[in-house]
């Protein structure tokens, strides 16, 4: 009798890996961190997440090639990246995408992907900002990006903003816990953006989803909030095509605003999901 053995290989989430940037135009290119008025040391990057080396920062400013075709894993020990202007950014100067798990930026060595939240929750603007850098235009995906629970004030404003090529966003943001500010701006001048990603908040807070989609081409958001408090998503779909369609459940039918720029805009159609 013939046995036949079958290799199973263990597949690591994406919520388990550390933060990466991956090259997607098929050359080398060049990762450049920024490190503005913020606390991050430690930078760090690998091939495999196995081995690491140092990145040596200079007048604020490190370097690291990005073979093509391949990830570059990051990892650093920090309390914010950002600040509430300006911040540290993660740029590269060919078209690239982001993954991974944001909290290795953090955690650095201590990072196993069991974190769920910012270590220092009082902190304000924890990401603002990061990849608005000077490559920000050649950044196409986040698809694989984890943002996981952790949230706080500002954490992820202006996340994305500017990153006109920017095509498939994170799937969803998954916090339910919001603080204000949390994304505004998020995806703001992200031209090229048609769909937004799962915002999976039951109970949003004012402010938390301010201006997150102006000027994109977004036609489609989905969320999943059964409240809608004032102030919710002032302006959020500003300067955007008409025609789209907000995905909305039972319980928040008649409590969004509807034909305002703080809910459902005018020209915009709601779709009840169960």
């Not at 920062?57 to 093509?68: D, H, P, W």
């Not at 914010?80 to 100067?93: D, H, K, M, Q, R």
């Not at 919001?178 to 048609?194: A, D, I, V």
């Not at 997150?212 to 408090?229: C, E, K, N, S, Y």
């Amino acid at each position: 009798m013939i046995k036949t053995y079958i290799e199973t290989r263990y597949i690591k989430p994406m919520s388990m890996r550390n933060f990466f940037v991956e090259d997607l135009s098929g050359q080398d290119s060049t990762l450049t961190v920024n490190i503005y008025n913020s606390d991050v040391s430690n930078l760090q990057y690998s091939l495999d997440e196995k081995n690491w080396n140092n990145i040596t920062v200079e007048n604020n400013i490190g370097t690291a090639t990005v073979s093509a075709n391949s990830r570059l894993y990051l990892r650093a020990v920090a309390t914010a990246w950002g600040t509430n202007n300006l911040g540290s950014t993660i740029t590269v100067n060919r078209n690239f995408a982001v993954g991974g798990n944001i909290l290795s930026l953090l955690y650095g060595s201590s990072f196993d992907g069991t974190q769920t939240q910012f270590i220092d929750t009082t902190k304000s603007y924890i990401f603002r900002r990061l990849f608005t850098g000077s490559g920000k235009t050649n950044l196409i995906s986040a698809e694989n990006l984890v943002l996981l629970t952790a949230n706080s004030t500002g954490c992820y404003g202006s996340l994305f903003n500017g990153c006109s090529n920017l095509t498939t966003p994170p799937p969803t943001l998954p916090a339910n816990d919001l603080k204000q500010y949390c994304y505004e701006g998020m995806f703001e001048s992200c031209s090229r953006l048609t769909y937004s990603p799962l915002l999976a908040a039951t109970t949003p807070v004012s402010y938390a989803y301010s201006n997150m989609f102006q000027r994109t081409g977004i036609l489609t958001v989905t969320v999943a909030a059964t409240t809608w408090p004032n102030n919710c998503a002032t302006t959020w779909l500003y300067y955007i095509p008409n025609g789209g369609t907000i995905y909305i459940p039972a319980a928040l039918d008649g409590v969004i605003p509807e034909n305002s720029y703080d809910g459902i805009p005018s020209g915009w159609n709601k779709a009840i999901v169960s």
